[in-house]
């Protein structure tokens, strides 16, 4: 006699090169301007989050959060920016872990400096 389970399902929802401005930097030159900063955000969900909007997150709503928090006032550090991001996507209810990086493209241009968080819900 065989028994059928359910499969456990995992997905991962992401947005990739969303372009933010924000207030951020340690630097006397970065005080009072605002600067562009390159996010991705990859957020781990559980079960079948395909079956409706209702199930997932959505992404209009990830960027949002990105947006709030680059117009909420200087930031000193690009780690800073990327944890507070990263919680505040843990804040929605289908999100089990987020992985957020945060590139601000004008530090060392040409190359792109930056930081990525990872947090995971714990139980």
């Known amino acids: 006699m065989s028994s059928v389970t359910e499969p456990f399902a995992r997905a991962r929802v992401f947005l990739r090169g969303l ?9 006397p030159d970065e005080m009072g301007r605002r600067q562009v900063l390159i996010v991705d955000i990859e957020a781990e969900l559980e079960g079948e989050p395909w079956r409706g909007i209702g ?3 959505d992404y209009d709503d990830l960027a949002r959060r990105a947006r709030d ?10 780690e800073t ?6 919680r505040a996507c843990l804040e929605a209810s289908r ?3 987020v992985r ?12 792109h ?3 990525e ?4 819900r714990v139980a």
């Open 100 to 111: 957020v990086r945060v590139e601000k493209p004008e530090a060392l241009a040409p190359a």
């Open 69 to 78: 928090l680059a117009a909420a006032g200087h930031i000193g550090l690009i």
């Open 19 to 27: 372009s933010v401005e924000a207030e951020i930097g340690v630097n």
């Open 55 to 57: 199930h997932t997150v």
């Open 113 to 115: 400096a930056g930081a």
């Open 81 to 86: 920016f990327a944890w507070r991001l990263a």
């Open 117 to 120: 968080i990872e947090l995971r």
């Open 95 to 97: 999100v089990l872990a």
